[in-house]
């Protein structure tokens, strides 16, 4: 596999900003000498987390929330953002405990992700959590979650879900039950 030159960045500005994002326009040169802009969002530093909680009793446990891009609730696990001096195992088990009220002995990193490269910068970390205890802290929800079990056994009957539509939780799923594997 050959390896290209990274394009030079002749110049960034941002172009548009809301209270959440901040819109970048690069303008590249290429390797060939062919130049464009691309536009992406401005990388944050944050990164973020998703875990696949799997109970004793072979239950998974997600969440049913609100998704403003979708104008509808959403079924998928627990997610949020690693807060700053955290590392991304703790993100995880403090996530457990905001949104389904349980922590985790055991967390363990899948695999690091990123939704559209083109356009975000930002990784999230895809956790498999076994060995939960009750525990809960206050989350940033505006409502509480739905907490939907679903058994491991018939984890693959969620791909056909109709509110089961997130990328990253089908990725998830898909590389926890190959973790889970016997």
Known sequence: MSRKTLPEILDKQAVAQSRLFTIEALDLRFSNGEERTYERMRP????????????????????????AGTERYELGFPKGLID???????????????????GAN??????????????????????????LYPEKLEGDEPEPLELVRWPLAQA??????????????ITALMLALRYLKP
């Open 44 to 67: 944050s530093g944050r990164n973020a987390v998703m875990i696949v909680p799997v109970t004793a009793q072979g239950d998974l446990l997600l969440v049913r929330e609100y998704a």
């Open 84 to 102: 700053p001096g955290e590392s991304a195992t703790e993100a995880a088990n403090r996530e457990l405990k905001e949104e389904i009220g349980f």
């Open 106 to 131: 055991q967390i363990v990193p899948l695999k690091e992700v990123v939704l559209a490269p083109s356009y975000f910068s930002s990784k999230m970390t895809l956790f498999v959590a076994q060995d």
């Open 156 to 169: 693959e009957e969620l791909l056909t879900h109709l509110d089961f539509s997130e990328a990253r939780s």
